[in-house]
């Protein structure tokens, strides 16, 4: 629990960078990765998506609570907003995985070949 407020960043070499609080009499240790998601680790698009499309569900059961028409517009509008968000998602999702499966099984190269002839 102590090393939750600490912001001491430590870069490659091992040299401070920031003191933002936290013990500075600490051990600076450098970090392995430098990044705290590894740069080809994949985006789960389905749990956005699946975030927006709730978050839009909530939006709407909150337009039909609200007291006021303002109030009723405004939380309709956000829920048509986060549910475009995340069928948008939803569908460049599904998109991404057609595209990995055609060029998995040389669908692609196939496709490609039959157009030139």
Known sequence: ????????TATRDGTMVGNFGGNASKPVRPTRGGQELA?????????WALVALVTALMCAVLGYAAGTPALSRAANVTSAVFGMLGVALMAGGVLRNLRMRFTMHGVAKAL???ETH
Not at 39 to 47: A, L, Q, S, T
């Open 1 to 8: 629990m102590d090393d939750t407020l600490d912001f001491d």
């Open 39 to 47: 740069v080809r680790e994949p985006i789960d698009i389905y749990h």
């Open 112 to 114: 490609a070949g039959a």
